[in-house]
Structures are given as C-alpha cells and as structure tokens.
C-alpha cells in the first residue's frame, strides 16, 4: 500500500508542472532579447568578416606555430617537474588523490544543492505565472460576464394607493444571467 500512496502523492504534486511552467516563462522572457542581439550581429558582421578576409593566413600560421611550440616547452617542463616531485614523494600523491576525490564529492554536492535551488526556483517562477495566466483569464471571462449582462433590476415603485382596474399590471420577469463557457479548441493533428 506504501507503494500507491507515494504513486498517487508524485502523481498530485504539481511542483514539476510548475517548474515546467516556469522554464516556459523563463524561456519567452529570454526570447524577447534575441531580436536586438541579431540586430546587432548583423551590423556587426560585415566588420568582422572584412577583418578576416584581410588577414593573412601565412601569419596566423607562423604565430599559432609558435605558440605551439612554447605551450610545448611549457607542458615539458612541468611534466618533469611533476615527475621529480612524484618519485620523491609517493605518500603525497596518495594524500592529494584522496583531496582531490573528497573535494570532487563536495562539489557534486554542492552542484545537487545548486540543481535543487534552481529547480525550486523554477517552480516558484512557474507557480507565479499559472497564476497570473489564471488571473488573466479569470479577467478575461469577468469582461465577457459583464458585456452580457443586462441591466440590474431596479426595485419596483411603491404601488399606489389605489390601482387603477382600467391598466393591467405589467409583471416583471426576471432575466437570467448566461453563464460563459470557453471556447473548446480542437485537436491538433498528432494529438
């Protein structure tokens, strides 16, 4: 039974729904900054593209070969270096190893910490935006509600002393309000 009752708790906790929400929310304000970066790109790039036509490839060669050649030297050199302090002390190596692994283990955790914050975040995001999209068509519906409605009834006049048998009185009939339902969209294809 332990088993259904935490199916059924995943099942109605809408906390991934909202993160959902929230990235979707994340992502359309993130979007709305693409357009000026492409505009701006895009006065940008004939500079760009004239300064790579006008360099000449013989001196990128010479200056990526000789950078080469001194991260080679580099890399030899603390290679050696390495290898002196390693055959001198193996006990070190060992205790750094275990460093090096116990401080791998602190930042994996450190990441889950930051991964659940962020996915917390979203769903706070999320959860804010269901409801503002909620609110909005709760807004929506409230202005159909209202152009549809007709006039308050006002309440009737005293009646006179004494009614004339000549005039029939008119009954009123109270009207109904209508209630709205939305528009059902169909399907898409694939659906």
């Known amino acids: 039974m332990a088993i259904t009752e935490d199916i059924v708790k995943t099942f109605k906790d809408p906390t991934p729904l909202y993160a959902l929400a929230g990235t979707a929310d994340l992502a359309a304000e993130k979007l ?7 505009e701006k790109l895009k006065a940008e790039a004939p ?20 950078q080469a050649k001194e991260a080679q030297t580099k890399a030899q050199a603390k290679v050696s270096e390495l290898l002196g302090t390693i055959d001198g002390d193996v006990k070190k190596l060992r205790e ?34 269901v409801a503002t999209w909620r ?3 709760a807004d929506q519906v409230e202005e159909v509600a209202i152009a549809i409605e007709p006039d308050p ?39």
């Open 32 to 38: 709305k900054e693409v357009p000026p970066l492409f």
């Open 135 to 137: 609110g909005e068509a």
């Open 96 to 129: 750094a190893a275990q460093d090096f692994a116990l401080q791998q283990v602190g930042r994996a955790a450190e990441y889950a910490v930051k991964a659940r914050e962020t996915y917390d975040g979203l769903a706070e995001r999320g959860k804010g935006a």
């Open 153 to 191: 009834v006002r309440p009737p006049a005293p009646a006179p002393a004494a009614p004339a048998p000549a005039e029939p009185a008119k009954q009123q009939q109270p009207t109904a309000a209508k209630k709205v339902t939305p528009k059902k969209t169909p399907p898409k294809p694939g659906q």
């Open 47 to 66: 500079q760009q593209i004239d300064k790579v036509r006008g360099t000449d490839p013989k001196a990128v060669q010479e200056k990526v070969t000789a």
